[in-house]
């Protein structure tokens, strides 16, 4: 036998950066995290803030009560951004902070710290996410409407292009769009007219000579999601490239193919992750991954996947390593880098993204013809186009023609041992921190003046911050002074809504066409009979449901389905969209005379808010209307509601939504005294 020669070794690709999306707590403990990753191999840092940072306000506002460092970090001024970064050397990290109506601020203040530590800003590398069209159809932390929303992306843009050239100041972010409903063609179409959007008002705005604008499209970068159904997605990738491709060349006239080149980062997709049977949710995970990996045509240039137990809450740091590592072994043990596009000619790959280019050019087209994304934005199409996307999916998996491993097929299990002990399965943030990280503020704001820090007063760097913005000036300027000044988050936020005023986005539930139909001896039709006939029973004309969201959390998607859903089984719905305080809820649910209350929260907050809702309810004597709380809420915690007075908790296990509508019915007949009814729900 001849010895077999080894193959001669093929020059291999670059990995992709490879991240882990983390912050919580403080800017100390989450500091401390990212060392610890950063030392395990991680290759960028991918900050989370937690909600009062991401939507204005400081650590004591009325809405921040319960969000304070439980999504994210909390950074309320330059302070906190020191101590984030501490020991963390930013001219040689390449950083993502997933942050938008506050984006402007919060690389202000990395700015600073990175020039406090001496470094060269041009040198700095990262991207801000700066999506705002997306928070208004799906994570809902937008602040201001969108004209002065996309003056402050504009601005960004241009005073980057000019003074931190490789940052990426804006990254398209397609990935809630299909956590919110969106298929293939509307997360490509969406997120391209966003785009399209973006760079119009960049090039209108006059800030960029003709010459330079091609150095804006190069820093362009896009943020997708990546569903297990893996084929689709790899070509939808594909489709994303050819389409940039066409509208930089063709709408912007940009020549050089390096600055047209489609860049993009991945988080592979969070919705499907399930709560039951949760250990399912890795290969979930690694199907996701190879979407956006095994293409070299199509590969992202970073990736940050989830962690297995996120749809039962915070992941632990060991849980962030697992999902690192898996990144790890495919870039480093398997062959996958030393290929060419191993898709190349594919007749099925090629078929699949004509498909998808020519529809998603059809879309844009459409939203074109509306006046562009903000219009679209403000009609309410592009929310209610989502809002029934979600509702058609939530449709096909109740009726179990969309299979989920042990969600609606293959139920039965063993019992898990990842999950034998919740309360060690998941990161818990010590409710103490929240009035640790008040005191902290209100110490900043009583010693921002004195030394070792000797910060100018913030008040004429707000003053000046809301005469930019009264005018054209580029707002970068002012913005970086109220930083070095000491501001604080909730202040530049609170100067900018004197002038720009807030914006309720639309919710898209009303529009929503129905997606399930009550037909004749289908389960929403018993459910619609039992809600007419506890109407009947009470005497009154309709049942009335309110549809709550307390506190920051923006992530509207199971609130509006269930506010869909409860309209097409009869109930007259009352859904005043996200961010109201349990005053506010309250005082909705007495005015307009409501049979139930339910609640809505996925951001941990529910222990604080909730029994708030209640003991309001109470006080205003009326125990009669039964609260129903849904959301990722760890079982402990929901026993506790339980035992506060909720009459029923909800959490993603619960997919079955008719089901959902038709115990909120038992609930409105126990609260009232009425016999149960024996029709099946």
Request: glycine fraction near 8%; aromatic fraction near 6%.
């Given at each position: ?24 707590s403080?800017?100390?403990a ?5 060392r ?8 960028g840092?991918?900050?989370?803030f ?12 009325v ?10 970090v ?20 390449n950083?993502?902070m ?7 601020w919060?690389l ?12 060269d ?5 990262g ?7 997306k ?15 996309l ?6 843009i241009?005073y ?7 940052w ?10 299909q956590?919110?409903?969106?298929t ?5 179409a969406?997120?391209m007219s966003t785009?399209?959007?973006v ?12 010459e ?5 499209v ?6 997708v999601?990546?569903g ?12 994303f490239?050819?389409i940039?491709?066409?509208v930089?060349?063709?709408r ?10 489609f ?9 499907g ?17 190879l979407a ?5 045509d ?5 990736v ?7 749809a039962l ?11 690192l ?7 480093y043990?398997?062959?996958?880098l030393?290929?060419d596009d ?10 699949k993204v ?19 994304a903000m ?9 209610s186009q ?9 449709a096909?998996?109740?009726s179990?023609e ?8 293959f139920?039965?299990?063993e019992?898990?041992?990842l ?14 921190v929240?009035a640790?990280v008040v ?5 900043w704001?009583?010693?921002?003046y004195q030394?070792p ?11 000046r911050?809301k ?6 000036d580029?707002?970068m300027?002012a913005t ?18 004197e002038?720009f005023?807030e914006?309720?986005?639309?919710t ?13 001896g ?14 009947r029973?009470?005497?009154v ?6 549809v709550?969201?307390?506190?920051l959390?923006?992530?509207?998607n199971g ?5 869909v859903?409860a309209?097409d089984?009869?109930f007259?719905v ?6 109201l ?43 009669d209307?039964?609260v129903?709380a ?6 402990g915690d ?27 019915v038992?609930?409105?007949?126990k ?5 149960p009814?024996?029709v099946?729900?």
């Amino acid at each position: 036998m001849t010895e077999r020669q080894p193959a001669a070794r093929r020059e291999k690709d670059r990995p992709w950066l490879m991240r882990t999306y983390a912050g919580h707590s403080t800017a100390e403990a989450s500091n401390e995290l990212y060392r610890r990753n950063l030392a395990k191999g991680q290759t960028g840092l991918s900050v989370a803030f937690d909600l009062p940072t991401q939507t204005g306000y400081d650590p004591d506002h009325v809405l921040a009560r319960g969000e304070v460092g439980r999504v994210g970090v909390p950074v309320a001024h330059l302070g906190d951004m020191r101590r984030l970064f501490q020991d963390i050397p930013l001219e040689q990290m390449n950083t993502s902070m997933t942050i938008n109506a506050t984006a402007m601020w919060l690389l202000a203040l990395y700015q600073v710290v990175a020039e406090e530590q001496g470094a060269d800003i041009t040198k700095l590398q990262g991207t801000t996410q700066n999506d705002i069209v997306k928070e208004y159809l799906s994570r809902g932390t937008h602040v201001f409407p969108p004209g002065p929303s996309l003056r402050l992306t504009t601005d960004m843009i241009a005073y980057t292009v000019s003074h931190i050239p490789k940052w990426n100041p804006i990254n398209i972010c397609s990935y809630h769009l299909q956590e919110a409903g969106a298929t293939p063609v509307q997360e490509i179409a969406y997120a391209m007219s966003t785009a399209i959007a973006v760079l119009d008002a960049v090039r209108d705005s006059g800030q960029v000579p003709a010459e330079k604008f091609g150095d804006v499209v190069a820093r362009i970068s896009f943020f997708v999601n990546a569903g297990v159904r893996f084929v689709e997605e790899m070509c939808k990738m594909r489709a994303f490239g050819r389409i940039w491709d066409k509208v930089t060349r063709e709408r912007y006239g940009i020549d050089n193919p390096k600055q047209r080149r489609f860049r993009y980062g991945v988080q592979v997709n969070s919705l499907g992750l399930t709560e039951a049977q949760p250990e399912n949710n890795v290969q979930r995970i690694v199907l996701e991954m190879l979407a956006v990996t095994l293409s070299k045509d199509a590969r992202a240039r970073a990736v940050q996947l989830p962690a297995w137990n996120e749809a039962l809450g915070l992941p632990r740091p060991w849980d962030q390593q697992w999902s690192l590592r898996i990144q790890q072994v495919l870039a480093y043990e398997s062959d996958l880098l030393e290929y060419d596009d191993i898709f190349e000619g594919s007749k099925v790959i090629e078929a699949k993204v004509d498909e998808l280019v020519e529809a998603s050019l059809a879309e844009m087209e459409r939203i074109q013809e509306m006046g562009g994304a903000m219009a679209a934005v403000e009609s309410g199409y592009l929310k209610s186009q989502l809002v029934a996307s979600h509702a058609e999916r939530r449709a096909r998996i109740e009726s179990g023609e969309e299979k989920i491993v042990g969600v609606n097929i293959f139920e039965s299990t063993e019992p898990n041992p990842l999950t034998a002990d919740l309360d060690t399965a998941i990161q818990t943030v010590d409710p103490a921190v929240e009035a640790r990280v008040v005191e902290s503020l209100r110490h900043w704001r009583d010693t921002r003046y004195q030394p070792p820090f000797n910060h100018p007063r913030p008040c004429k760097a707000l003053e000046r911050l809301k005469e930019a913005a009264r005018g054209t000036d580029n707002l970068m300027e002012a913005t970086l002074e109220c930083a070095r000044a000491g501001v604080t988050t909730g202040e530049w936020a609170g100067a900018l809504r004197e002038v720009f005023g807030e914006f309720r986005a639309p919710t898209g539930v009303s529009s929503a066409p129905v997606a399930v139909r009550p037909e004749e001896g289908s389960k929403l039709a018993e459910v619609r009979r039992k809600v007419e006939a506890t109407a009947r029973d009470m005497g009154v004309g309709k049942l009335r449901f309110l549809v709550g969201k307390p506190g920051l959390d923006g992530h509207s998607n199971g609130a509006e389905q269930i506010a869909v859903r409860a309209r097409d089984a009869g109930f007259e719905v009352v859904y005043q969209g996200i961010r109201l305080t349990p005053e506010q809820i309250v005082d909705a649910a007495l005015a307009e005379d409501v049979h139930a209350v339910g609640l809505s929260i996925l951001s941990g907050s529910h222990a604080q808010l909730v029994p708030d809702v209640l003991e309001r309810l109470r006080v205003a004597g009326a125990t009669d209307i039964p609260v129903i709380a849904g959301g990722i809420i760890p079982s402990g915690d929901a026993e506790q509601l339980l035992a506060a007075g909720v009459a029923a908790v909800f959490t993603p296990k619960d997919f079955d939504i008719t089901g959902i509508i038709g115990a909120i019915v038992d609930e409105i007949r126990k609260a009232n005294k009425l016999d149960p009814l024996e029709v099946p729900a």
